[in-house]
Every structure is written in structure tokens, then in C-alpha cells.
Nanobody, 121 residues
Framework: QVQLVESGGGLVQAGGSLRLSCAAS??????VGWFRQAPGKEREFVAT????????YYDDSVQGRFTISRDNAKNTVYLQMNSLKPEDTAVYYC????????????????WGQGTQVTVSS
């Protein structure tokens, strides 16, 4: 019963902030990441965190604005999004992997349903 439950999406003005949450259950994961997909575009990598070591990777498009973190006690991963831009508008997906973490952007086995983030200008 692997489950990834996302929350925290919504509508925000440019320059504002949102915090997304991903509650994971049913399995021990090696890494949890965030992806996003805008209408008519391919899904793209945002950030990932190694569960045990806390090693973090960000896409250049969000570097310095977004922060990924984890709460081991709550088995939850967060994505703090600051200085939001209209181009950040997308459906954001939480994803998890159980295998090796040598490819930060790939090989995710489980996916959440997504949460909509809309940034207005």
C-alpha cells in the first residue's frame, strides 16, 4: 500500500510563497523528489532529496528559490517555494524511488496525483 499524498498547492501572486508537502507511506524509499508539468510541456525535474543522507539536487530553474527538506518522524518531504514566478505555474508531482540514487533525475517508481500551483502576475 504505497501512497504519496501531496498538499499545499494553490493560487499565489508573483513573488509569493507556497509550501508543498508529500506524505509517504507503505514503503521505505531511497529518495523522494518533486517534478512539475505545465500544460503542453514535458514533465520536468525540480528537486530531490536522498532520504537517509539528505543529499539534495535542484534544477537550475529553481536554484536559490526553492528548498526541499524532509521530516523523518512524519515521513514527509516538503518543497518550500519562494519568489514564485508565473512560469512556475504547473502541476507539481511528488515521486519516490526505492533503488539506487546515482541518477537524481530518473528512476522514480511511485508517483502522487499532483497538486496545482498557479502563479499570477
Amino acid at each position: 500500500q504505497v501512497q504519496l499524498v501531496e498538499s499545499g498547492g494553490g493560487l499565489v501572486q508573483a513573488g509569493g510563497s507556497l509550501r508543498l508537502s508529500c506524505a509517504a507511506s507503505g514503503r521505505t524509499f531511497s529518495a523522494v523528489g518533486w517534478f512539475r508539468q505545465a500544460p503542453g510541456k514535458e514533465r520536468e525535474f525540480v528537486a530531490t532529496i536522498n532520504w537517509s543522507r539528505g543529499i539534495i539536487y535542484y534544477d537550475d530553474s529553481v536554484q536559490g528559490r526553492f528548498t526541499i527538506s524532509r521530516d523523518n518522524a512524519k515521513n514527509t518531504v516538503y518543497l518550500q517555494m519562494n519568489s514564485l514566478k508565473p512560469e512556475d505555474t504547473a502541476v507539481y508531482y511528488c515521486a519516490a524511488k526505492t533503488g539506487p540514487t546515482i541518477q537524481p533525475r530518473d528512476s522514480y517508481d511511485y508517483w502522487g496525483q499532483g497538486t496545482q500551483v498557479t502563479v499570477s502576475s
